[in-house]
Nanobody, 121 residues
Framework: QVQLVESGGGSVQPGGSLTLSCAASGTFFAIGPMFWYRQVPGRQRELVAQITDRRQTHYIDSVKGRFTISRDNVKNSVNLEMIDLKPDDTAVYYC???????????????WGQGLQVTVAS
């Protein structure tokens, strides 16, 4: 059974830094693109950053220059390094990974359990 386990998160002051990690465990054939989303209560979950299997990256404008997404294809993990954090970055952060459980068919979508990130004085 495939599972995503997130770690990191917590509370920091504005200008602080945090790193989120997400690792896939279980038996599977391949991992495709990996994503980090965030959600604030009462608002839709929004895509923050994504990285393809070839390490092409994309960020939303509000985090460009402050967040860095990276992946380790040996550890089957994805990280999100966040610097210069702002109160508006406060949210629950979720990793999302497309995983081929077998060689055939389409990938399945997996979500991490969510990590609270709070940026406040």
């Amino acid at each position: 059974q495939v599972q995503l386990v997130e770690s990191g998160g917590g509370s920091v002051q504005p200008g602080g830094s945090l790193t989120l990690s997400c690792a896939a465990s279980g038996t599977f054939f391949a991992i495709g693109p990996m994503f980090w989303y965030r959600q604030v209560p009462g608002r839709q979950r929004e895509l923050v950053a994504q990285i393809t299997d070839r390490r092409q990256t994309h960020y939303i404008d509000s985090v460009k220059g402050r967040f860095t997404i990276s992946r380790d294809n040996v550890k089957n993990s994805v990280n999100l390094e966040m610097i210069d954090l702002k109160p508006d970055d406060t949210a629950v952060y979720y990793c999302h990974v497309d995983i081929w459980v077998s060689e055939r068919g389409s990938p399945s979508i997996y979500w991490g359990q969510g990590l609270q990130v709070t940026v406040a004085s």
